[in-house]
């Protein structure tokens, strides 16, 4: 062989860097609803770029959207026993279930729907490793995932259900734990109150500087501490704040909508408040 090993896999790994991801999302997701900072969600909401992940952990991704797939599957094939239905997609739409609030700016799409009889129960799928698996089984996801629970409370509390189903996959033995969670209006407060805080350019660093381990995992850790910069457009603007209608975005500075990338002189970058001492 005119390779050796350690060629294929320099060349798998450079072939994930090569692959650089798409502009950033512009919106509040579930998924990032939970997150510790609010500066990191108000990043999120704007479309700041985001560190781009290595290699290994593309891969961990890609394997958990995989591994989502065959999870459906399996909850497909107990669906007569059951005498539920689980809906991966929006029957109307064929797309995934989606829940919006102000005008777009929020924004959950979950992994389906379980139909039982008259209610409907939201659908999350998690792939986790033996130990997260073992903490999920033991102390419940409220305790052991404390994100995700976020997570299933925001689409409850966007799409009115009153329960969601949390199916986890263990990665390394391929087995499977279950919990329904309930709605709990007093968590949604809290996270509406964060939302609240970052459509209102409230939003606070959690840290006061970069070493802090909150951060050193934090896709938006290069532009919070000016190691990297976002596209000079309306949303990025510190005179921005996000309006109640098509995602559009209303300029402090000139009193007006816009909508479009930002060219004018008045242009300055938005930056999340300093952590008050």
């Known amino acids: 062989m005119s390779v050796t090993a350690p060629e294929i896999l320099e060349a798998i790994d450079q072939s994930y860097r090569d692959e650089t991801e798409s502009r950033a999302r512009k919106y509040i997701g579930a998924s990032v609803i939970g997150h510790r900072c609010d500066a990191a969600i108000a990043y999120n909401l704007r479309g700041f770029p985001n560190v781009e992940p290595d290699p290994q952990l593309k891969r961990i991704f890609a394997l958990g959207h995989r ?37 777009g700016h929020i ?21 986790m490793n033996q130990h997260a698996f073992d903490r999920f089984r033991k102390y419940g996801v409220r305790v052991s995932h404390r994100h995700y629970y976020d997570q299933v409370t925001m689409y409850m509390g966007l799409s009115g259900c009153t329960r969601s189903l949390l ?5 390394n033995r391929s087995v499977y734990h279950a919990e329904t969670v309930a709605f709990d209006p007093f968590e949604w407060s809290f996270l509406h109150d964060r939302i609240h805080r970052v459509i209102n350019n ?14 050193k995992g934090c896709f938006k850790r290069g532009v919070c501490w000016g190691e990297a ?8 603007c510190q005179y921005a704040k996000p309006l109640d209608s098509n995602r559009d975005w209303w300029c ?21 408040k300093a952590r008050s001492l």
Not at 67 to 92: H, N, T, Y
Not at 107 to 127: F, P
Not at 229 to 236: G, K, R
């Open 67 to 103: 591994l989502e797939a065959i999870v459906m599957a399996d909850l497909k094939r107990a669906e007569a026993s059951l005498g539920v239905r689980f809906l991966p997609v929006d029957p109307v739409t064929s797309k995934p279930f989606e829940y919006l609030a102000h005008g």
């Open 252 to 272: 402090t500075h000139r009193n007006r909508r816009v909508s479009e990338d930002c060219h004018c002189s008045d242009y300055r970058q938005y930056r999340a």
């Open 107 to 127: 924004r959950a799409h979950t992994d389906g729907q379980v139909v039982a009889g008259d209610e409907v129960l939201v659908l999350e799928i998690k792939s």
């Open 202 to 215: 409230e939003a606070e660093m959690i840290a006061t500087d970069k070493s802090d381990w909150r951060c």
């Open 167 to 171: 199916v986890g996959y263990n990665k």
């Open 229 to 236: 910069e976002p596209h000079p457009e309306c949303s990025a």
